[in-house]
C-alpha cells in the first residue's frame, strides 16, 4: 500500500498550489479520502474530505473558498487546489485514505507560504 503525496513548495502570499496524492495497492474507489496538515508545533488537522464516489465533499472553515478536493477513481489519484495561499497555510500536508477499519497515509509533502 502507497500514498504518495506531491506537488507541495514554496508559494507567495495568494498564490496558488496544486497538490496530488497518488495511491496504490488497494481499491482506490472503495475509500474515503482526507487532506490533513500539521504546522510545527500544532497538532495535525483536517483540511479536506471527499466521499468514495466524490459526491461529497467538507472543509475545514479555514480554507472554505480557497481550497477544493477532487478526486479521479480511474487514476487512483486525489487532487487539492489550493488558491488564495496564506502564510498560515504553511505546514506538511499529508493524505489519508479510511475504508472501516482500514486506514492509510502518506509521508507528506511541505507546503510553504511566504513574501
Known amino acids: 500500500v502507497q500514498l504518495v503525496e506531491s506537488g507541495g513548495g514554496l508559494v507567495q502570499p495568494g498564490g496558488s498550489l496544486r497538490l496530488s496524492c497518488a495511491a496504490s495497492g488497494f481499491t482506490f474507489r472503495w475509500y474515503d479520502m482526507s487532506w490533513y496538515r500539521q504546522a510545527p508545533g500544532k497538532e495535525r488537522e483536517l483540511v479536506a474530505h471527499?466521499?468514495?464516489?466524490?459526491?461529497?465533499?467538507n472543509y475545514a472553515d479555514s480554507v472554505k473558498g480557497r481550497f477544493t478536493i477532487s478526486r479521479d477513481n480511474a487514476k487512483n489519484t486525489m487532487y487539492l487546489q489550493m488558491d488564495s495561499l496564506k502564510p498560515e497555510d504553511t505546514a506538511v500536508y499529508y493524505c489519508n485514505a479510511i475504508w472501516g477499519r482500514n486506514t492509510y497515509w502518506g509521508q507528506g509533502t511541505q507546503v510553504t507560504v511566504s513574501s
Open positions: 471527499i466521499t468514495s464516489a466524490g459526491g461529497s465533499t
